[in-house]
């Protein structure tokens, strides 16, 4: 089955710098990979996601990579803010695969002022 | 209009007991998960129902018996409960059934099972 490692597991940050958290597969099957933001106490909510057919996707200050041929991919989150601490989790999944996503084990990113 | 909705939100119950968790989801999806998250963040997936019929069921001990009376509920009942079984059980729903058909999956609040 797939496994999806995740690092960093803490990362602290500037206001104002940049953040990446990067993540590996495992199961070359997989082609649908999404990040999403749990702040404390709430619910995982998406922040954004790339198919196997994109190698980059950016949402105003977030922004995915993909490299299929090694199996990684990455989140980067530009000019943070303090609200932008919280847990991100990476996922991955595969088109028969029925909705199960393998999560990474999260990154807690912490944004200082 | 919450999209994914649970209760009760906080159970805080004794070893041996038994209780249900109940989930509803009025985005007109097909397919409907339970997952847990345990005390280091760890979200894994238990089960995952399509159109009501059971789809995943991921090496979950049988004392968990998810029931489906229709798509748009997911209920989650638990014999026998153990300390091991405080966790956090999210409800989620997606349209479709694989990442070709725009697998985004909504997560709803959350219930927070303590087992003493």
């Known amino acids: 089955g797939e496994n999806v490692e995740q690092h960093p597991s803490t990362l602290s940050v500037q206001e104002g710098d940049s953040a990446v958290i990067k993540c590996t597969y495992s199961?070359?099957?997989?082609?649908?990979f999404p990040w999403y933001k749990q702040e404390l106490g709430k619910r995982p909510q998406l922040i954004i996601d790339i198919r196997s057919n994109v190698g980059e996707k950016k949402d105003q200050r977030i922004a995915v990579t993909l490299n299929k041929t090694a199996k990684h991919f990455s989140l980067h989150i530009t000019e943070t803010q303090p609200e932008d601490s919280a847990v991100y989790f990476c996922?991955?999944?595969?088109?028969?695969?029925?909705?199960?996503?393998?999560f990474g084990a999260g990154t807690q990113v912490v944004v200082t002022p | 209009d919450t999209a994914v909705s649970q209760t009760p939100k906080y159970l805080v119950t004794q070893m041996g007991n038994d209780k249900s968790i109940k989930c509803e989801q009025n985005?007109?999806?097909?397919?409907m998960y339970w997952y847990k998250q345990d005390s280091k963040k760890f979200l894994k997936i238990m089960f995952s129902?399509?159109?009501?019929?059971?789809?995943i069921n991921e090496t979950v001990p049988n004392r968990f018996s998810p029931k489906s009376p229709d798509k748009a509920h997911l209920n989650l009942h638990i014999n026998s409960l153990e300390l091991g079984d405080s966790a956090v059980y999210f409800c989620a729903s997606s349209q479709g059934t694989g990442a070709s058909s725009g697998n985004t999956i909504y997560f709803g609040e959350g219930s927070w099972l303590t087992v003493v």
């Open positions: 129902y399509n159109n009501k019929e059971l789809i």
């Open positions: 985005l007109g999806h097909d397919t």
């Open positions: 199961d070359s099957a997989s082609n649908y």
């Open positions: 996922a991955a999944t595969a088109t028969d695969s029925w909705g199960k996503l393998q």
